[in-house]
């Protein structure tokens, strides 16, 4: 069974901090996408990596694939209230029919 | 228009009744699924369907039934419920099913208590 595990399961910030958010597993997966959830509604992509050592920006959003394709990391750049919710890892593995392993949560409160 | 829409909401009932979810996407998409978020807020597939055929079918008590009438739609009909199946249950679709890389597009859940 593939796992993935997050890392902090919580996080309280300030506005205006940086933060690191880790998606980790003994697997490798072909793709890896993450989502972030707000209360009452559904998780929604915000990237896809699927080449190892790859790195993708979005705005004040940082996205990186490990080298071995085993573990992620999203890093935000001065948060911002905004930011709050819950960020969900999900790796991917071609040919298992599209279905993806979620992570287990991050869930990030930025405060005033 | 929303894209991935389920209903209802909010589904409370009690122990042994059964019910049923609705979900429709109008993406055009090949692919549905059926998600479900424990309380710990993990999320874990169920059912998946591609072209209305199911294609994955987790571990899953039988109680649970998926239906897909058509690519556009797949419900959930759950019999005699358990306390154990209160949770949040996802629908959600992706354009190339097969393709591990395929981004979902999530309802925004339909939350059932059963009491």
């Known amino acids: 069974t593939q796992l993935l595990e997050q890392s902090p399961q919580f996080l309280s910030i300030q506005e205006g901090e940086n933060l690191t958010v880790y998606c980790n597993s003994s697997?490798?997966?072909?793709?890896l996408q993450w989502y972030r959830q707000e209360p009452g509604e559904g998780p929604v992509l915000l990237v896809t990596v699927v080449t190892g050592g790859e790195v993708k920006k979005l705005k004040r959003l940082t996205f990186q694939f490990g080298d071995a394709r085993k573990d992620s990391s999203l890093h935000i750049t001065a948060a911002q209230p905004g930011d709050t919710g819950l960020y969900l890892c999900a790796g991917g593995v071609a040919g298992t029919a599209s279905k993806l392993t979620f992570g287990t949560g991050t869930r990030l409160q930025v405060t005033l | 228009d929303t894209a991935v829409s389920q209903t209802p909401k909010y589904l409370v009932t009690q122990m042994g009744n059964d019910k049923s979810i609705k979900c429709e996407q109008n993406l055009g998409h090949d692919t549905m699924y059926w998600y479900k978020q424990d309380s710990k807020k993990f999320l874990k597939i169920m059912f998946s369907y591609n072209n209305k055929e199911l294609i994955i079918n987790e571990t899953v008590p039988n109680r649970f039934s998926p239906k897909s009438p058509d690519k556009a739609h797949l419900n959930l009909h759950i019999n005699s419920l358990e306390l154990g199946d209160s949770a949040v249950y996802f629908c959600?679709?992706?354009?190339?099913?097969?393709?591990?890389?395929?981004?979902?597009?999530f309802g925004n859940g339909t939350r059932l208590t059963v009491t």
């Open positions: 697997s490798v997966f072909s793709s």
């Open positions: 959600a679709s992706s354009q190339f099913g097969g393709h591990y890389n395929s981004p979902l597009h």
